[in-house]
């Protein structure tokens, strides 16, 4: 109905705009405005007019969001129109002359028709942009808007400005602009908004304004504002400190309805500055839609995020296989209300094959994200049997019952602890992708072999930033506790990664696999987690963030290294070679693997030593793996042993 309303306001427009061009130039036409003559000339006029403003696309544009590109198009569009309908005159002259007209009514006309066209348009922009529009606003019961500081490049305060004055209601006010270009003068304004402060003085204006100086509710940084200012972090921490809240502007949503920005809550991960990677998501949306996908110990941080992503990238369905009855129902919370009809649950054990056996039959997936696994490193010394159950016969059991039932693709996430274990979660994962990998490759060609069509590959990264028991969520509650802040080492360095990155680069990783044909494969991928990041670092800048000051307001203290724990991870060993696949942040590992008949022994042992209750001698076992390997020479990865194959 509106955009209908707008139709036919411009049409009478038009018509306005003829009658006024000819009263202005004092023309008098040769026939009678009411006649059969005049009203066919005022139909064609509106018909003419009507057909070329839709072509333009004039109906298009949401004009509450209107810009200047906006208001040339209607300059376009009437200097087509004028141009047309002096053509039409000129052709209708040759067949009967029409006095009254000439050059000097069409160029009336055209300044005309842009101008009554125009107003109502810009009327409405003014009433919408502007302090008026509160003004003539009926409605009651309007909250007050909360005043902000905006942090950032101007061309993005001046979309900013204009959004937050066209929200209904509107949340947000912005009081001034925090400008980091250098070149920018103080008490420019944008839209009425003054730039009140430049760089380098943009934490000192902050401080102000935090102190009370000026009444402040918000902070909002441009977008990638975290890599180009250096006083990114004191700011949030000013910020912090005085109570103000701190977003982050990444981009409009609902234009069309709307009009809402998209502030995200900056979070610790954000403050690190660790650059991320922008998915490929054609790729992995071609890999993962249409896809049953089986998550084992989906309810944890990594395993949500897969079956959110997978449900996000048009999975036909999602199962989720974990053993906690409440990380289940934490899950149904954190997936989209929408997406419940895809997503299956069930409470397993994934070291008990004949539930894994039911569960796989009857979901029939095409892939297996194997993320189920026990990793606190301390409590695991005390309760390796049962790290060993999980990490070692859990996975065994997955893989096994995959290549049975015919599953096309296995990936196990799996750990740089992996790498040179000193922790029972170490040797635990290094058994497990001994296990994958003894049962990555080709099927075999052996007569009588048993063929899988299954393809095995783990994916090798480090610590996921605010995933269950990781040190920013011990640290933020020890913070929020008033402290201390326990940290084992001062020299002690880990990888951090975001979740949603990890993620999307596994599922990557796994179509890239997909991809591959035999002998040009790798059973362990890993991932790129750039520089390694000191633990005390994160801890300070924790505390700063939270307001406080490090070592005066909350306390630091070391504790000492507890066992299996190292001061640094690697990501690879020394003898696995980085093999560079043409995607950002993600490497193949070319590594010997150990055969699968050492494996099939190693494993029997194990399960001897877990019965007796012998921690040395399952150890031992584990560690004989990567000796046997040495002793034998190895194979090489893309090779896997006939025996494998028989086995499953």
Known sequence: MRRAFIMVQDVVMVLVAVALSLVLSRSNLSFDPLSNQGLGTWGGIVVISHLLFRYCGLYKTVWR??????FFNILKSCAILTLALYATSMLARSFQPVQGLNERQFIVFFLVSFTIISAPRLFYRFLRDGASWGILSTKTGKTQAKQALFVGRLGEAD???????TAEPADYSIAGIMATERAVQLGTRIQGVPVVATRPRLIDVLEDYATGTESLDLLIFGSGAEHEIEEYSELVRVARHGDISVVQFSGLSELEQQGKLVLDAVEMETI???PTVPSDVERIGTFIGGKRVLVTGGAGSIGRTLVKRSLELGAEAVLVADNSEFGIFQLSQYIDEKDHDRLKVRIVDVADRRQITRV???FRPDIVFHAAALKHVPLLEENWDSAIQTNVFGTLVCAEVAAKCGVAQFVLISSDKAVDPSSVLGVTKRAAEQIISALHGPPASE?????????FVAVRFGNVFGSNGSVATIFQAQIEAGGPVTITDRRMTRYFMTVAEAVDLVIMSAADAASRQSGDDYAVYMLDMGKPVPILEVAETMIR????????????RFTGIRPGEKLHEMLHGEDEELVELGISKIFGLSTDVVEWSDVQAALTALQQSVKNQDKDAALAVLAGLDQAKKARGGIHQDVVPKTARQAT
């Open 545 to 556: 963030l939270s307001g406080k000051s490090p070592y005066t307001d909350i306390p630091i």
């Open 447 to 455: 007569p009588g072999a048993r063929r899988s069509v299954t393809k």
């Open 360 to 362: 796989v039959t009857e």
């Open 272 to 274: 690190l500055r660790r």
């Open 65 to 70: 969001f209107a810009s200047t590109p906006d």
């Open 159 to 165: 979309l900013i400005i204009r959004f937050t004055r």
